[in-house]
């Protein structure tokens, strides 16, 4: 038979082990507590020059004024995948992307104005380009995947 003090220590480890679960369990996901979001970018070409990322949260503020930016050194494969920071409290963000190819700061477009360095964006950019109606994706824990163009 245990005695007093082990039943205690055991019946103390086992309540605290239960507040713990409750407590995850009740808890926002980790991504609306921390303001980040898990990205995905597919067909990166590799190890060619920066990828340049802005979240926007809203409609008034798409293509104006980001939640945040980023720039990372294009890695080795066609794949990166990185954490994006500084999103708040959003529920939903619309992503736009380029690889600037010549490091210069800025997409590369020709006389018309059609971009000439890949781009890409959350959502679904459509024939003439994102917007924030169809680049806007749910923040709720998933990964979100933007393929870049060629």
Do not use: H
């Given at each position: 038979?245990?005695?007093?003090?082990?039943l205690s220590?055991?019946f103390?480890t086992?309540a605290l082990?239960?507040?713990?679960?409750l407590?995850?369990?009740?808890?926002?996901?980790?991504?609306?507590?921390?303001g980040?979001?898990?990205?995905e970018?597919q067909?990166?070409?590799?190890?060619?020059?920066?990828?340049?990322?802005?979240?926007?949260?809203?409609?008034?503020?798409?293509r104006k004024?980001p939640l945040?930016?980023?720039?990372?050194p294009?890695g080795d494969?066609?794949?990166?995948?990185?954490?994006?920071c500084?999103?708040?409290?959003?529920?939903e963000?619309?992503l736009?992307l380029?690889?600037?190819?010549?490091s210069?700061?800025?997409?590369?477009?020709?006389?018309?104005?059609?971009?000439?360095?890949?781009?890409?964006?959350?959502?679904s950019?459509?024939?003439f380009?994102?917007?924030?109606?169809?680049g806007?994706?749910?923040?709720d824990?998933?990964?979100?995947?933007v393929?870049?163009?060629?």
């Open positions: 038979m245990k005695s007093p003090t082990a220590t055991v103390t086992t082990s239960l507040l713990a679960a407590l995850l369990a009740a808890a926002p996901p980790a991504q609306a507590q921390e980040c979001a898990a990205i970018v067909n990166v070409r590799a190890k060619q020059g920066q990828l340049m990322v802005a979240a926007f949260g809203s409609a008034d503020s798409y004024k945040t930016q980023m720039r990372l294009a494969g066609a794949t990166m995948r990185f954490q994006l500084g999103l708040g409290t959003s529920t963000v619309a736009t380029f690889q600037d190819l010549d210069d700061g800025r997409m590369g477009t020709n006389l018309v104005g059609m971009p000439t360095e890949p781009w890409g964006s959350s959502g950019p459509g024939t380009g994102p917007s924030w109606e169809t806007r994706v749910k923040l824990g998933s990964v979100i995947v393929r870049m163009s060629s």
